[in-house]
Every structure is written in structure tokens, then in C-alpha cells.
């Protein structure tokens, strides 16, 4: 089956074969062949379809592709934002908190809890997702959180080093050691991917660099939660492993930012986070402007940042970042790609998956002019509309 998309007043393709950052194309056509983009080019060019869908000259952009969320657990933690509100510095202790819902929780309630963030995301215009593990924090535990999350996205990250539990409290190599063994071994059937928070308060670079090198030899990708509350050797660690992502990147030397334009990993920024805990926000100018690939994210999770807004999250970027509109939703859709090393998403092209979202406004610019306006229209999802 085909559906031609026509009267799009203004396509985002993130096609490096035409100009500009995104792409743009205006009055173009679209043409959806089954779950992959069969043909782009101008309305008045567009080859028959079985079906057509005139957007009246609406904005359709690729699907958000968010790389960075924390979707499975029990519980929440209102109080907790309501306390960093009040003034209480963050810190990343509160994950236990989450970590005890989650154990409490069925698999029935933690795969219903998950559904509904899978329909909310797709709501506003995301279409693939990185999920986490992490709030299990032992083997059984995150077994189950991958496996999970297995159901609904390929993009599946193995956390167990994410804090230490309170069960390990003093004893961190020893759970570094449960990480890097059993849990490993249970997890990463599921998993495509492994992560580490290697920041003061959860893992040092050492710890951190056994996590990785278990993760590597099990053939995942390398992941690696830097410098979201200070400086320290968490980015350069990342580009050594080769990652495919660092992500906060808050606090930056120019150490770290030399680093990271010399390579191939991807910067993934998560405002977000700075949003709900007053932290400064990371300075994506100085990374673009060096050279370095930079990604948006949600980090859609209990504590930090419950959004799972990718809108809010380049509106923000724009007002507080030092990032243009343009680049702001490059980097949430086309990024986020990058950032899972992926080419078959993020982009409008031919060959790429179907994934597409029409707004309620003739143009991009509007994502960071209206802020938390609802303007998604319709969504598609490998060619099968799932909003609108």
C-alpha cells in the first residue's frame, strides 16, 4: 500500500543531499510505500498513490527520536521535585527511592505503567525511543526492566550501573563486580546497548571502565551517562570506549569539548534535567560552534525530569541553550539518530522509515515560538498513522 502526503507547506527532510541544516523543502509531497518513504520532492512532481492525505499546508517533520529516557519503574518523586523547588540541592541518591517502587511493582503494573509513556511520546511526536534499565539494581531486577522494555523499543540500554543500591552501601567494586557478571549475563540478551553514571555519587572512572569493557566484550553499544554535576573524566572516558552517546554534558572543560569534536560520539543534551533541578543549563553554542554532533533528549524519568516532552525540550534548548530553532529540532530528530546510530530514522528520505510528524502550524519555528502548545496534528509510525 502508498500514501502520498501532499500540500506540506514546509518538509523537514534532514537531507544532507539539500540545503540548509534541515533540508526544507516547500509545497512538497511525500510519498509512504508500506513502513519506508518511497518518494520526496515537490507536490506538483508527486507520482500517483493507492491513498492520499492532503495536510493543508501543514509543517510535517521526521518523528522525534528520543535517545535518552528512563521509562520503567514504580512510584514517582512529586516530593522530592517539590523539595528542589524549595531550594534542596539535587543529588543522585533519590534514584533509591524509585528503585524501591520498582522492585514493589508487578511486571502486569510496570508493563501497563510503560504503555501509557509509549502512547504519550507518540502523542507528541516520537517515534523511537531509547529505554534504560537502572531501578531494579540487581539481577532479577533489571532482568525484568530490560526485557520490558524489549517489548516496545530494539533500543533497550542495560543500567545496572546506575547508582549503588543500599543493599551494597561501602562496598561499590563489589556490586561493580554483580554489574559486570551475573547481571550482565542476564541482561544483555536483552539489551542492545550498556550504560554507566560515572559521576560523583554513583561510579568513578575506574568503576566505570570495567562497566564498559564487560558491556564491549558482550558485544553492546557503549553509553555513558558524564558530567551532569561536575566536571571529571566521564566524557573522555566515553570517547575513548568509542561511544555512540554521552549525554548531560553539563559540566565541560575544554578538555572535554576538544575531545568530543575529535570524535565520532555524539553529544546528547537533556534540558530537561536543568529544568526541573535548577541546574545551569549546559552550553550547546560552544559545542556546535567546535564542531562537536549534538543530540536533544527527554531523560524522561521519575526524578530529574519528568517530560516526556521532545517540543518543550527544543523550546528550552533555544531559550537557554544558545541554540537556533533549526538546530534545536535537527538535534531532536536527525541527533537523536545519530546518537543510536541509526540511519534509517530522523530523516525524510528515500528508504528511511515512514516516520512523520504533521503540526498544527505551517513551519518548524513554531515548536520554540508556541511553547507547550499542543501542535501535534497526526503521527505516523513505520507508515501506520498512530495519532490523528
Not at 199 to 212: I, M, N, Y
Not at 243 to 268: K, N, P, W
Not at 295 to 312: E, H, I, Q, W, Y
Request: aromatic share 6%; proline share 4%.
Amino acid at each position: 500500500m502508498s500514501r502520498l502526503l501532499t500540500n506540506i507547506g514546509q518538509l523537514v527532510t534532514n537531507d544532507p543531499e539539500r540545503d540548509g541544516i534541515l533540508g526544507l523543502l516547500e509545497d512538497a509531497a511525500v510519498v509512504i510505500e508500506n513502513d519506508r518513504i518511497g518518494w520526496v520532492g515537490a507536490a506538483a512532481d508527486a507520482p500517483a498513490a493507492d491513498s492520499v492525505t492532503d495536510v493543508a499546508g501543514a509543517a510535517v517533520l521526521p518523528g522525534y527520536v528520543d535517545s535518552h529516557t528512563h521509562l520503567v519503574f514504580g512510584g514517582d518523586r512529586a516530593d522530592e521535585f517539590e523539595a528542589r523547588m524549595a531550594g534542596r540541592a539535587y543529588s543522585a541518591g533519590g534514584i533509591r527511592s524509585t528503585v524501591a517502587a520498582t522492585r514493589a511493582a508487578t511486571d502486569d503494573e510496570l508493563r501497563t505503567r510503560l504503555a501509557g509513556f509509549v502512547g504519550e511520546l507518540h502523542a507528541q511526536g516520537t517515534t523511537t525511543m531509547e529505554i534504560k534499565s537502572g531501578y531494579g539494581l540487581g539481577v532479577a531486577e533489571e532482568s525484568r526492566l530490560v526485557r520490558l522494555a524489549a517489548e516496545v523499543t530494539p533500543e533497550v540500554t542495560f543500567l545496572g550501573a546506575h547508582v549503588v543500591p543500599a543493599d551494597y552501601a561501602d562496598r561499590a567494586d563489589d556490586y561493580v563486580d554483580l554489574v559486570t557478571g551475573p547481571m550482565l549475563d542476564a541482561c544483555a540478551p536483552h539489551a542492545r546497548w550498556i550504560d554507566v553514571f560515572c559521576e560523583a555519587g554513583a561510579f568513578t572512572v575506574e568503576q566505570s571502565r570495567r562497566v564498559l569493557e564487560a558491556g564491549a566484550a558482550r558485544g553492546l553499544g557503549i553509553r555513558v551517562h558524564a558530567n551532569q554535576l561536575g566536571t571529571g573524566g566521564g566524557v573522555r572516558l566515553a570517547v575513548e570506549f568509542g561511544a555512540a552517546s554521552v549525554d548531560h554534558c553539563t559540566f565541560l572543560v575544554d578538555g572535554d569539548v576538544a575531545a568530543l569534536a575529535a570524535s565520532e560520539t555524539v553529544c546528547t543534551l537533556l534540558p530537561g534535567v536543568e529544568f526541573s533541578t535548577r541546574q545551569p543549563y549546559p552550553n550547546a553554542r560552544r559545542l556546535i560552534d567546535a564542531g562537536v554532533r549534538v543530540a536533544l533528549a527527554s531523560d524522561c524519568n521519575p526524578g530529574s525530569s519528568f517530560t516526556s516532552s521532545m517540543a518543550f525540550c527544543i523550546a528550552v534548548a533555544v531559550r537557554e541553550m544558545g541554540m537556533t530553532p533549526a538546530e534545536a529540532v535537527c538535534a531532536a530528530t536527525a541527533g537523536g539518530a545519530a546518537a543510536l546510530r541509526r540511519t534509517d530514522i530522523g530523516r525524510v528520505v528515500p528508504g528511511a522509515r515512514a516516520d512523520l510528524l504533521q503540526l498544527k502550524a505551517p513551519g518548524y519555528l513554531h515548536l520554540a515560538y508556541r511553547p507547550g502548545v499542543p501542535l501535534v496534528e497526526r503521527v505516523w509510525k513505520d507508515g501506520v498513522l498512530v495519532v490523528g
